[in-house]
Each structure stands twice: as structure tokens, then as C-alpha cells.
């Protein structure tokens, strides 16, 4: 028996060894070639194995880098080509997700449908006559608007956000600034979506075009706005952009960050445009923003008034007559040696102001204590470029504005005198200089400037007192 067994296992040890490899069979290698040619799979399954290679490759290359770099960390990451798969792959992932995030929003039938519930649902404070809803009633309308609005809404009702508005004594908040809140919060999502969908490179920036575009995408939906000339609109969407631009982009790159733009200011003033022109807007409160139509073709009809030869930019000369002569000429040409880009030729007599340098002109005068305004005229006032204001560059500064004072018939003063005054109002930390710090921390940087740099900046400063008696002067006689 032990010979049989043993002459079993050699037999099946023979068998074994006769069976040939897998790779080299016929009809294994000819599946191989014919899957690895990928005739004999579709599109869908294709697409997987393009897509694996393509992850696979870009892993080793990461790897690689990662091995060749050592504990130094990567700070730029080179843009996908254009028309390269990873710059498509991108494109369609930023719309997916853009999308979606569009479809959580509240249109205008839910926030409709919210501000009912918000009302249906409140309780109405007896001292005051206010509409409140305390936690408890919080909670039933955020059951009530999932019900009619759906899951989107559920967010706003979250205890975090009712521990956001003020209460009363008892426990109570406003139904008003909580349904503002939530059409705020719509608003500036929407606005990031919009601007996503114009950033082309998705790196947060927006250029100049691309604000453009956001810009000219809004004006029908602006009541203002809804009379403006179509040839107007180009013209319209440049003066609307460089505003953003002045206050967003400070060291003027060429690109504003979105979320600069969504937190500044500017988004705000242009989305007071909304109001219907019923709501009786003064042309002083259109005058004043500057998003309006009313200031818009101001600036324009100012520019044009300027530019005597219409070679669509400004001169020294030209600029002189801005504000009606009021400006010192040691002020106009501070503002062509820092902001004024040189002609082609390099001669300083080439060298003109062109349209958006002059909206940074308009925009710092009219803007002189915001950060950004200051900024801009105290490159002008800093005559030395050394960053900071001595006694002598106060002097040399204001004796042209004392210049005009005289000529305009005023009462003869003190250059010293008017230094010393500035030195009082600003009260730097080093005596002997005044730096933009200085200014800013003042909160009268505006009063200084002006006083330097304007006549008519300075007449304001020394008739402070009966101007503001002036403006309490009108109410009474109306009511005699």
C-alpha cells in the first residue's frame, strides 16, 4: 500500500507539473492585449481607466516631489493648462459644486413664505407694539418653515443664531432683525456664487473685466438703475468697478479678493440701488452714493468738462481747475508724480491723467478719512518719501493753501500758528513727525488733509463753528 500511495503522488505530482503558466497560455495573453487595448469596453468604463491613470500619475509625481523636497512644504501650485483634462475636471467640479450650493438658497417665494410664518407665529410686545418670538416660538416656525419651505431653511433656526439678536427681559427677540439677517445671509451667498462663476482661475480674485460683469449682470435687477441708457452701461459698470477696486485691491495688483469685496462696504452701497424710486431718494442721497446713476454721469460730465483738447485724459494744467481752482498746485503735481503712470516717451510732459486714475482722484478726495483715502493723499503730502510729515514739509504744504486764503480776500494768519494747530489735532506719538498711523489714530486725518492740501478744506475747518450753527438753524425757523 505504501508503494501505491507513494506511486499516486508522483503520478499527481506529474500531472501538476505539466499544466502550463497562465501568461503563457494562448488565449489568456490574447485577453490581455484585448482588454489592454480597451476595444472590448465602453466609453463609461474607458473613462475609469483614463481617470485612474491619470490619478495614478499625478500621485507618483506628488510622491516624487514630496521625496525631493524633504521637510520643505510646496507654496505654489502651478494652474492647469487650458484645455488640459485637470483645467475640465476642474471646471466641471466648481459648477457642481457652485450649483448645489445655489440650490440650498432661499429664492424669493420662500423668504415670502418665511417673513408669513415669522408673523403667523409671534407674539406682539404691549409696550412697544414690536413682533417677538421667544425660544419655544422659534423653534415651532422652524418646524413650521421646513414643513411648507423644505430642509433648506432649517439652518437659520439654529440656538446659535437666536443667541445672536438682542432680547428683551423676556427671552424675547425681534422677528424684523431676524428675517434681515436671514435675507442678508441669501444676499451675500448669492453674491459669492455670481462672483465664483466669473473667477476663471478659482483663486478668490476678480479682475477688473470680471467685476465689470458682475456688475453689469445686476443693473436690471437694481430699480434704480432700470432707466439707464444701454449706451450708458459700459461707462456705468468702469466708474461701479473701480470703487471696489480702490478700496479692495490697496497695493493695486490688478485683482480684488472676493471675500474683501462680499465684507467691504461698496457691496452694501450697491445693493441700496434695490430701493424703488417711490421710497422718495433725495438727489442728495443719490449724489452721495456713488453707485448711483445720478453720481455716475456727474463724474462723467466732470471729466469731460476737464479735458479742454478731449484727448481723453488730463493734464496738470487741466486738473488745476478741478473743485473750481481749490487745490494747491504742489498738491496737483505730488498727485502726477505718485499716482500718475509716465507716457511711453518718459518726459514729464507726456505724462497725463487717464479716466480710472481720475476715479482714484475723485474717490480719495471724497473719501478722505477712510484708510484708503488717507493713504492716497498722504503719498501726496509725504514730499520727502520718507514715510512720515516734518514742521518743514507742514510749511511748504500749506503755504500755497495760504497762497489762495490771501488771494481770495480772507484775513491775514500764522503759517506757524496753523502748524501748531495741525500738531494739536493729530497729537503724534514722536513730536517732531507725523506719521500716516499718526493720522489715522487722530480720527481728524480727513480735517488735516483737506486743511493741507484745499482752500476751501481749510475755510471749512475755520468756520467749523458757524457751519454747524448754520445746520441747527433750519429746523427752528420751520417750526416758527
Known amino acids: 500500500m505504501y508503494s501505491g500511495s507513494s506511486d499516486g503522488e508522483s503520478h499527481d505530482t506529474s500531472t501538476q507539473r505539466k499544466i502550463p503558466p497562465a501568461s503563457s497560455m494562448l488565449w489568456v495573453r490574447n485577453l490581455r492585449r484585448y482588454i489592454g487595448s480597451g476595444a472590448g469596453l465602453g466609453s463609461e468604463a474607458l473613462m475609469e481607466l483614463e481617470t485612474k491613470r491619470i490619478l495614478l500619475e499625478i500621485f507618483k509625481e506628488k510622491q516624487q516631489k514630496s521625496q525631493e523636497a524633504g521637510t520643505i512644504p510646496s507654496f505654489y501650485k502651478k494652474k492647469p493648462e487650458n484645455g488640459s483634462i485637470s483645467q475640465r475636471v476642474q471646471k466641471l467640479a466648481k459648477y457642481r459644486f457652485l450649483k448645489k450650493q445655489s440650490d440650498l438658497l432661499l429664492n424669493a417665494d420662500d423668504l415670502a413664505a418665511m417673513w408669513v410664518c415669522l408673523r403667523e407665529n409671534c407674539v406682539i410686545d404691549d409696550a412697544t407694539g414690536a413682533e417677538k418670538m421667544n425660544y419655544e416660538d422659534f423653534c415651532h416656525i422652524s418646524s413650521v418653515c421646513t414643513e411648507q419651505i423644505g430642509p433648506k431653511c432649517r439652518r437659520f433656526f439654529s440656538p446659535s443664531n437666536f443667541m445672536k439678536f438682542e432680547k428683551d427681559e423676556a427671552g424675547r427677540i425681534a422677528i424684523l432683525p431676524f428675517y434681515l439677517y436671514v435675507m442678508r445671509t441669501v444676499s451675500l451667498t448669492q453674491a459669492r456664487i455670481d462672483m465664483s462663476e466669473l473667477d476663471e482661475d478659482s483663486d478668490g480674485f476678480l479682475q477688473s473685466d470680471d467685476m465689470e460683469s458682475y456688475i453689469g449682470g445686476l443693473i436690471p435687477n437694481l430699480a434704480q438703475l432700470r432707466d439707464m441708457p444701454p449706451a450708458f452701461n459700459q461707462m456705468y459698470c468702469r466708474i461701479a468697478a473701480q470703487k471696489f477696486f480702490f478700496f479692495c485691491d490697496p497695493h493695486r495688483r490688478g485683482r480684488a479678493c472676493i471675500k474683501k469685496i462680499l465684507l467691504s462696504n461698496c457691496l452694501q452701497e450697491l445693493m441700496e440701488l434695490h430701493q424703488e424710486s417711490e421710497e422718495e431718494v433725495t438727489d442728495t442721497e443719490q449724489a452721495e452714493n456713488w453707485f448711483s446713476l445720478t453720481s455716475a454721469q456727474r463724474i462723467c460730465d466732470m471729466f469731460l468738462a476737464l479735458d479742454k483738447d478731449m484727448s481723453g485724459s488730463l493734464s496738470k494744467q487741466e486738473l488745476k481747475e478741478y473743485a473750481d481752482g481749490t487745490l494747491t498746485g504742489i498738491f496737483i503735481e505730488r498727485v502726477f508724480d505718485e499716482h500718475v503712470r509716465r507716457g511711453k516717451s518718459g518726459a514729464g510732459n507726456s505724462r497725463e491723467m487717464d479716466f480710472d486714475s481720475f476715479l482714484d482722484f475723485v474717490l480719495a478726495l471724497e473719501n478722505k478719512d477712510t484708510p484708503e483715502g488717507l493713504t492716497y493723499l498722504f503719498r501726496c503730502l509725504d514730499l520727502q518719501g520718507r514715510g512720515f510729515l516734518t514742521t518743514a514739509d507742514i510749511h511748504s ?55 493741507l492740501i484745499d482752500v476751501r478744506g481749510f475755510w471749512a475747518h475755520d468756520n467749523r463753528e458757524n457751519l454747524l450753527q448754520e445746520e441747527e438753524e433750519p429746523p427752528e425757523e420751520e417750526s416758527q
Open 397 to 451: 504744504l500749506f503755504r500755497d493753501v495760504h497762497q489762495k486764503w490771501i488771494e481770495g480776500g480772507n484775513y491775514e494768519l500764522c503759517i506757524e500758528d496753523v502748524r501748531d494747530e495741525i500738531w494739536d489735532m493729530v497729537k503724534p506719538s514722536d513730536p517732531l513727525k507725523i506719521t500716516l498711523g499718526d493720522l489715522l489714530g487722530c480720527k481728524q486725518g480727513g480735517t488735516v488733509a483737506s486743511m
